[in-house]
């Protein structure tokens, strides 16, 4: 069995938007029965903030009521060994791509984008931070990561063939 493909997604403090975007990749690759061939993994650019935390509470309760749970996450910052042992490292706006190229070795910089950019004709480029707003915020995260996840899905689908 070749091994999965691995995922990283990242934000600043790995509460809020990229262990959403994990959930919710894992959750919808698990339903296509894409789930061995790939893992999910998030991580923060600031993690280090926040260590060993749960994810935001806001985003555990709008996650659990689509159907995603976020229970068993934890966050942590991005390390070196993430740059090799990821296959694609996808960060949730222009910001954390930055701090990512900033810490990013040379010849790991192509595994470098945007989760967005897996959402076709979506318009926006960045998935906006919810933290220091209302619950309608982390519901926006969820319906952006979904598009984008269905989008890295069948990208990843169509690369390895399937499965």
Known sequence: ????????FVCM????????????ARTLAQRQGLGRDLDFDSAGTHGHY????????????????RGYDLSRLRARAVIDADFDRSDRILAMDEANL??????????????????LDYAAGLGISE??????????????VIDLCELAA???LADLAGRRGGR
């Open 1 to 8: 069995m070749a091994k999965p493909y691995r995922v990283l």
């Open 13 to 24: 403090g790995n509460i809020c938007r990229s262990p959403i975007a994990e959930a919710v």
């Open 50 to 65: 926040h260590a060993g935390e749960a994810p935001d509470p806001r985003a555990r309760r709008v996650a659990a009521r």
């Open 98 to 115: 930055a701090s990512l190229r900033r810490q990013c070795p040379e010849e790991s910089r192509s595994k470098l984008g945007l989760f």
């Open 127 to 140: 998935v906006p931070d919810p933290y220091y707003g209302a619950e309608s915020g982390f519901e926006r």
């Open 150 to 152: 269905r989008g890295l």
